[in-house]
């Protein structure tokens, strides 16, 4: 099973951009689909975006949709998610997770390979 590896988290200002990269390690993410998620203290998790194995379709949550991008680097076994102009409402650990299913990105119960998350903190 592969492993995932998050990074790029930190202290940031509201308005800024922000680039989290997601390593996968032990298998290759190239046959796999690739979400991200999110949780903020007291909060339930929330999905922000993934990008399948197949095609050329990207999906967001509404929180995000429309100020962020993922990508995937399939020589460097990386995804990526960026997002910009970051809300105080942004602040939340991150995490990317990894997915054989083919559709309903946004379940969670859906990923079985997670990340240890990555912080982000935004601030005004």
């Known amino acids: 099973q592969v492993q995932l590896v998050e990074s790029g988290g930190g202290l940031v200002e509201t308005g800024d951009s922000l680039r989290l990269s997601c390593v996968g390690s032990g298998g290759s993410l190239r046959p796999l689909s690739v979400g991200w998620f999110r949780q903020a203290p007291g909060k339930e998790r929330e999905f922000v975006a993934a990008?399948?194995?197949?095609?050329?379709?990207?999906y967001y949550g509404s929180s995000v949709k429309g100020r962020s991008t993922i990508s995937r680097d399939n020589a460097k076994n990386t995804v990526y998610l960026q997002i910009y102009s970051l809300k105080r409402e942004d602040t939340a650990v991150y995490s990317c997770a990894a997915t054989t299913y083919q559709s309903g990105f946004d379940n969670v119960s859906r990923y079985g390979s997670w990340g240890q998350g990555t912080q982000v903190t935004v601030s005004s």
């Open positions: 990008i399948p194995w197949f095609g050329d379709k990207s």
